[in-house]
């Protein structure tokens, strides 16, 4: 692989902010795929599949003999967060932000794409740009493409910037990464009455009321504990706004939380188990959202990447406990793919992902695509053909 200059590391950071201005939302990424779709046609891709999964994009750089394939996968969503601040290159779209760094990640791949104008010895690099991460849709269905039996992998790679830690700095850890998570919407319905005959009614409100309590009350343990969950209630709505009506309907979010995918069996059956309990006599539908499987990375994969960060002179942190945000990437690895999530500090003071005035640091990109270069040198040889 061929090192970055600093006209491609500038041409890098352009293509970053111009992906900032136009962030797609989750699932709806057509422009940027094909945007991307483009760019890899440019720098020299053997092989792209388009449209993976809803907007996923592929593509495949082949070395000289055969060999193991290592994916290296990054995100193209945004959010649908308003973005504040003044920055030049700001979303020009009302209410959606790449306030997760996607773009930032998506720039990284790019960086690789360069670099492998000098293919490795053998195997294959497929890099993948990912739809829908945010809702933790996208990973699962590119793995159920019809086409994924021509990309799947033996290795797979990811990072996400991590705000808070010194920029720059590689977070490993072997085993649970990031956290399993899931949306549980519990949707009450009983029956109206008058306001001065709430007995001819059946409200949820007292049902909601005990249930505001029991349900965080299921989360317990830190996130050093493996038995650790954590149970957040994110909404609550009962009936409309008036003063004639006992409600009929009420509606609680919760977001459930875990370090392995058991625990999170047993916490869905326990919040399960309190709205049965608490129900009374009113009709209870309840429905899962952005389900996340944990990330549970593999201690071979993590060695490489190790090695590749040392042999960059890179600062690596060895991670005391995993992340409690989830991410998808997780799928790879449940498919069968040695797979390694890595967290990269994106700055101590950078603004939290998620916040309106976050930016991906620009300075992480020539970082990234360096130790993404180092790992697909460790396994697919360093001598280009
Ligand atoms: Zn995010
Ligand atoms: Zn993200």
Known sequence: MMALSPSDIARLTDLRRDLHRRPELSGQERETAARIAAELGVLGADRIWR???????????RGAQDGPTVLLRCEL???????????????????????????GHMASMLGVAMALSARPARGRVILLFQPAEETGAGAQAVIDDPRWPEIRPDYAFAYHNVPGRPLGEIGLRAGPGNCASRGMQILLTGKSSHAA??????????????????????????????????????????????????????????????????????????????????????????AW????????????????ARRAARQLGQSCREMPVPMRWSEDFGRFGDDGAKAALLYVGAGRDHPQLHNPDYDFPDALLPVVTDLFCGIVADILGRDPV
């Not at 449209?51 to 750089?61: I, R, T, W």
């Not at 308003?82 to 996607?102: F, K, N, V």
């Not at 952005?290 to 994969?301: G, I, K, L, P, S």
């Open 197 to 286: 005959a709430p007995e001819d009614g059946l409200s949820p409100g007292p049902a909601m009321a005990q249930l505001m309590a029991a349900l965080p009350a299921l989360g317990q343990g830190t996130i050093a504990d493996p038995d650790f969950a954590l149970s957040t209630l994110t909404h609550a709505k009962l009936g409309e706004p008036s003063f004639g009506i006992a409600p009929a309907e009420g509606e609680l979010r919760v977001t459930l939380r875990s370090m392995t995918n058991d625990r999170m069996t047993a916490l869905m059956e326990a919040a399960l188990h309190q709205v049965e309990t608490h129900a009374g006599g009113l009709r209870v539908d309840v």
């Open 51 to 61: 449209d993976l999964g809803g907007h996923g994009v592929a593509a495949e750089f």
């Open 77 to 103: 969503d945004g959010l649908p967060i308003h973005e504040i601040g003044s920055l030049p290159y700001r979303s020009e779209r009302d209410g959606r932000g790449h306030l997760c760094g996607h773009d």
């Open 289 to 304: 959202h952005d389900v996340f499987r944990a990330v549970v990375n593999d201690t071979a994969a993590t060695d490489i």
